[in-house]
């Protein structure tokens, strides 16, 4: 790698997670993780395990940009991303943000405007190999229809013991929906050719979730959005059930409503540690600039374009 150091900027649950799969990577990586609280624990934490042996803690308030080029992990929680991201921002550094950032799209012209082009977002299920791997087993089918079903509740207990809670704190279009623009991304579906997007006024007055139904190339488009749902659903949903990807938690293939199989990553990277490696691996391999804000922005828009149909929806 040729960069000479990484900042990460973030202390919370998902933090630790994407920091966990950063070191497990790359152990040998000398970070310095700026946090804002509990930092006696995470002190404490880093002395019991060698996993982080080359991290150096730092109090966000003392916090120094570093002189020479680096690159920049924000993994903070989402209502800090944007104040997160003014502090660290740099066009000497690549940044790799978790969502949201901006509350409009504004925000994401003026800096493509102003020449940043490696600032990247966090969509790890764009390079989730179970996602590529089922677009791939249905290669043969005639794609007519495809409902996608992203469904979390308010709180659910985790297998590790711990609790998570629904993300409440930022725009559902610009978090659940962003994701689903990723995996729309897979197939190379074009928002420009987004037509007739409708939300579904019934759905917001009947249930839990909200539904957004758009055609595009001839395909009929129906998202299903949740963050108070009964149970956490992820879900694509081709033709009627004819192909079935269910992946709440192992990803498992269903043609014609029977279970094909489960796939495996046969020694291919989960998710977010291939998102990792992509951004460290920078500007060398260049798969990560398919989550750059350019390419991004017409997926950005429509997912404001829905919010906007929404909130007028809402006020009908």
Known sequence: MSFKGLTFVGGGRWASTVLSELLK????????????????GKRQALLCSSLFKNVTLIDNKDFQKPQKRHKVIIASHSSQHHQDFFAH??????????KPLFTSISGFESFIDK???S????????FAYFVRDFFEEIQSIAIKKIDIIWHDPLQESRLSGETKYSEIYSSIFLDQLLHVMSIFK???LNPDNFERITVNKKALQQSDFIEIDFFC???KMSLSLSRFASKRERKIIVNNKEAELHFAEKPN????KKLKKELYPSGQLFPIAQTLNNFLNYPKSNEISALSLEALLPFLRFCFNC???FLRSTAD
Not at 119 to 126: C, P, Q, R, S
Not at 253 to 256: A, E, G, K, R, T
């Open 25 to 40: 990577l790359y152990p040998s990586l000398k970070v310095d993780w700026v946090c804002r609280s509990n930092l006696k």
């Open 89 to 98: 921002q740099d066009r000497d550094a690549d940044i790799l943000i978790e």
């Open 115 to 117: 020449g940043y082009n």
């Open 119 to 126: 600032i990247f977002i966090n969509l790890e299920f764009y």
């Open 186 to 188: 897979v197939l190379n």
């Open 217 to 219: 190339d001839d395909i």
């Open 253 to 256: 293939f269903y043609l014609n």
């Open 307 to 309: 919010e906007e149909k």
